[in-house]
C-alpha cells in the first residue's frame, strides 16, 4: 500500500494495539482456565466423595483429576504457543514502525513474516500457573489414594 508516512504509522500502531489486545487475551485466558480447571478438580473430588454416587468415588476422582491434569497441560501448552506467536508479531511491527522512512515509497506490509523473530517478552512468569495447580491437585491425588491404602 503506498502512503504517506503518518498513514503508515497508524496502522501499525492500530495493528500493536490489536495485538496486545490479543496477548492480554490470552493471558487472561491461562489465568481463567488453570484456575477454573483446578477448583474444578476439588469441586468435583468434594461432590463424588459426599454424593457417592458410584462403588468406588475416589478411583473415578483420581482418574479426573489425571484427565484434568492432561487438558490443563495441553491448554496451557497450546496458548503458551499462541502468545509466543502474538509476541513474535508485535516485535516484527514495532521494529516496522521504528524503520519507517520518509523518503521511502515503498509498500508497507503490516503482516510480515515473524517466524524469524524472537520476542522481548517470553512470559516465562506464567509458568507458576499450571506448576502450582498441578501441586494442588497431585498433593490432593496423594492424600486420596493414602486414604485408600490406610
Not at 3 to 28: F, H, Y
Request: with cysteine; net charge negative.
Amino acid at each position: 500500500m503506498k502512503a504517506d508516512i503518518q498513514i503508515k504509522a497508524s496502522v501499525l500502531s492500530t495493528m500493536m494495539t490489536e495485538d496486545r489486545q490479543e496477548i492480554r487475551g490470552l493471558r487472561a485466558s491461562l489465568y481463567n482456565i488453570v484456575s477454573l480447571l483446578s477448583l474444578s478438580s476439588f469441586a468435583l473430588t468434594a461432590f463424588l466423595l459426599d454424593k457417592k454416587p458410584v462403588t468406588d468415588p475416589i478411583t473415578i476422582s483420581l482418574l479426573t483429576d489425571f484427565l484434568i491434569l492432561m487438558f490443563l497441560w495441553l491448554f496451557f501448552a497450546r496458548h503458551k504457543v499462541d502468545l509466543y506467536h502474538c509476541r513474535q508479531a508485535l516485535k516484527v511491527r514495532q521494529e516496522l514502525i521504528r524503520d519507517l522512512d520518509e523518503n521511502d515509497a515503498s509498500d508497507l506490509d503490516p503482516f510480515p513474516d515473524a517466524s524469524q523473530a524472537i520476542p522481548d517478552i517470553r512470559d516465562s512468569e506464567l509458568w507458576w500457573l499450571p506448576i502450582l495447580a498441578t501441586a494442588g491437585i497431585v498433593i490432593k491425588m496423594l492424600v486420596l489414594w493414602q486414604s485408600t491404602h490406610a
